[in-house]
């Protein structure tokens, strides 16, 4: 069975950092693609960032480029997200996501997500 | 960005109904168009990629068309379990965009 599994979410002052982690299992992790999706209460979803099954290959959305940093760990069969200088725009809950297969840029598997909240 | 525009963004309907939610994008995407459902509290969950092809599991009462910019999901009987959020998504280039949601409600 898939699962995804997101720890690390909290809450964060403005200008602070967070890192997201999430736990891989019931498939070949080395082989997939994956994601970040986000949702802020409320509101609909927002993609955030892909990475690539080798990590050669990394995309943002204009959101957070430059503040976010998306990474992988295929041994350890893990994603990562590394928040820096966040706001309280950025304040949602974080789900990880795995992409259908190379070709297919839809989410087959998602995490339960993890709540971050942004807010002094 | 590509955006995407869901209508309606939320309607009522009854049990047994046929419903249609729209989903536009403001340039082609060809067919790389996926569906999704999201119930209050939970993840999303995938009913149709390539704007027609039905994930498995997903019944089928479920059907996704279009291609280009309009596409369309529809339930053709309605049953209680699909009263969701339904979000369109294109994956046709970065950065992949959703739609804005589409709440179905109980009349």
């Known amino acids: 069975e898939v699962q995804l599994v997101e720890s690390g979410g909290g809450l964060v002052k403005p200008g602070g950092s967070l890192r997201l982690s999430c736990a891989a299992s019931?498939?070949?992790?080395?082989?997939?693609?994956m994601n970040w999706v986000r949702q802020a209460p409320g509101k609909g979803l927002e993609w955030v960032s892909s990475?690539?099954?080798?990590?050669?290959?990394?995309y943002y959305a204009d959101s957070v480029k430059g503040r976010f940093t998306i990474s992988r760990d295929n041994a350890k069969r893990s994603l990562f997200l590394q928040m820096n200088s966040l706001r309280a725009e950025d304040t949602a809950v974080y789900y990880c996501?795995?992409?259908?297969?190379?070709?297919?840029?839809?989410?087959?598997?998602w995490g339960q997500g993890t709540l971050v909240t942004v807010s002094s | 960005a590509i955006r995407m525009t869901q209508s309606p963004s939320s309607f009522s309907a009854s049990t047994g109904d046929r419903v249609t939610i729209t989903c536009r994008a403001s340039?082609?995407?060809?067919?790389?168009l996926a569906w999704y459902q999201q119930k209050p509290g939970k993840a999303p969950k995938l009913l149709i990629y390539?704007?027609?092809t039905l994930q498995t599991g997903v019944p089928s009462r479920f059907s996704g068309s279009g291609s280009g910019t309009d596409f369309t999901l529809t339930v053709s009987c309605l049953q209680s379990e699909d009263f969701a959020t339904y979000y369109c998504?294109?994956?046709?280039?970065?950065?992949?965009?959703f739609g804005q949601g589409t709440k179905l409600e109980i009349k």
């Open positions: 996501a795995r992409f259908y297969d190379i070709l297919t840029g839809c989410l087959d598997y």
């Open positions: 019931g498939f070949t992790f080395s082989s997939y693609s």
């Open positions: 990475i690539s099954s080798s990590s050669i290959y990394s």
């Open positions: 340039q082609g995407v060809s067919n790389y």
């Open positions: 390539t704007a027609s």
């Open positions: 998504q294109q994956y046709y280039s970065y950065p992949y965009t």
